[in-house]
């Protein structure tokens, strides 16, 4: 079975508009497709109106991004229900783009301080309409020629921790996955290699396998067979749910040249009975 339940548009760090990522999905022969941009779902209509009523099944998610031990933690959400709590998801995320504008501005003032100039207005004006984050800083980067790659740009000045990082206020794990149940949605953690310690990522799954993180990203489009290997033991240490996706940005990651996985037998059959479908 083909899928992609972990891809990004226009509509947060993505390079292409939502019906065009699912455009291309739907090219590759994808069946089971969620956009998940970060802290939004603002291209769900644009992607139904591509692949709606067709053989692919469409799902309303988002990436959420939550905070643990210090650090950033994404969470994929995925079947978003509209009705009271899906409301109550909304509010919470116009209160981070909120603070994700105010963080670049504060962003652009600590480059200054290192001679780089980018001017946050006219970068806050080019996001309008989505959710504004480093890397539409890391585009501005790359167009003054301060750096030749958004990697480049995360790597010398905007990974977390970096000299021109600035934290954002996040969500616990437990309260972002409580949001989206409450919305009827089923919570996976994603890319769980970006953690760079096995032992961290058990011991985040083993605090909140509970409070509904039923799922973990096991088959990820850069991952090996070995790889996956290890995260689906975890799966099975725990009861997870193996989910899957590209991690498609277009341009800015050129890595992953098309949305869409291809999962081994029996796989999608499983995501799809956990997502009721």
């Given at each position: 079975?083909?899928?992609?339940?972990?891809?990004?548009?226009?509509?947060?760090?993505?390079?292409?508009?939502?019906?065009?990522?699912?455009?291309?999905?739907?090219?590759?022969?994808?069946?089971?497709?969620?956009?998940t941009?970060?802290?939004?779902?603002?291209?769900?209509?644009?992607?139904?109106?591509?692949?709606?009523?067709?053989?692919?099944?469409?799902?309303?998610?988002?990436?959420?991004?939550?905070?643990?031990?210090?650090?950033?933690?994404?969470?994929?959400?995925y079947?978003?229900?509209?009705?009271?709590?899906?409301?109550?998801?909304?509010?919470?995320?116009?209160?981070?783009?909120?603070?994700?504008?105010?963080?670049?501005?504060?962003?652009?003032?600590?480059?200054?301080?290192?001679?780089?100039?980018?001017?946050?207005?006219?970068?806050?004006?080019?996001?309008?309409?989505?959710?504004?984050?480093r890397?539409?800083?890391?585009?501005?980067?790359?167009?003054?020629?301060?750096?030749?790659?958004?990697?480049?740009?995360?790597?010398?000045?905007?990974?977390?921790?970096?000299?021109?990082?600035?934290?954002?206020?996040?969500?616990?794990?437990?309260?972002?996955?409580?949001?989206?149940?409450?919305?009827?949605?089923?919570?996976?953690?994603?890319?769980?290699h970006?953690?760079?310690?096995?032992?961290?990522?058990?011991?985040?799954?083993?605090?909140?396998?509970?409070?509904?993180?039923?799922?973990?990203?096991?088959?990820?489009?850069?991952?090996?067979?070995?790889?996956?290997?290890?995260?689906?033991?975890?799966?099975?240490?725990?009861?997870?749910?193996?989910?899957?996706?590209?991690?498609?940005?277009?341009?800015?990651?050129?890595?992953?040249?098309?949305?869409?996985?291809?999962?081994?037998?029996?796989?999608?059959?499983?995501?799809?009975a956990?997502?009721?479908?």
């Amino acid at each position: 079975m083909r899928v992609e339940l972990h891809c990004h548009s226009l509509h947060s760090d993505g390079s292409f508009p939502a019906a065009e990522v699912a455009r291309r999905a739907q090219r590759t022969g994808v069946e089971l497709f969620c956009l998940t941009d970060h802290d939004t779902c603002g291209g769900f209509d644009d992607t139904v109106a591509v692949l709606g009523g067709g053989s692919c099944r469409v799902l309303r998610g988002l990436e959420l991004s939550c905070r643990a031990n210090g650090r950033t933690v994404h969470v994929l959400l995925y079947g978003l229900q509209p009705g009271e709590g899906l409301v109550r998801l909304q509010e919470r995320l116009d209160a981070i783009h909120s603070e994700r504008r105010d963080r670049l501005r504060r962003i652009c003032g600590r480059l200054a301080g290192m001679g780089i100039h980018v001017d946050a207005d006219r970068l806050l004006s080019r996001t309008h309409g989505r959710t504004p984050g480093r890397p539409d800083v890391a585009r501005a980067l790359i167009e003054q020629g301060v750096v030749s790659t958004p990697q480049e740009a995360f790597a010398r000045f905007l990974r977390d921790g970096g000299p021109a990082d600035v934290p954002l206020e996040r969500l616990s794990v437990a309260d972002g996955v409580a949001l989206g149940l409450g919305a009827g949605a089923r919570a996976s953690l994603a890319h769980p290699h970006t953690f760079g310690d096995f032992a961290q990522v058990r011991a985040l799954v083993a605090a909140h396998r509970d409070c509904g993180l039923q799922g973990l990203e096991a088959y990820y489009g850069s991952y090996a067979r070995a790889e996956s290997e290890g995260w689906l033991r975890l799966c099975d240490e725990f009861a997870l749910v193996p989910t899957g996706g590209s991690d498609f940005h277009g341009d800015m990651n050129p890595a992953v040249t098309q949305p869409g996985i291809t999962l081994p037998p029996g796989a999608g059959e499983r995501i799809t009975a956990w997502l009721g479908l």
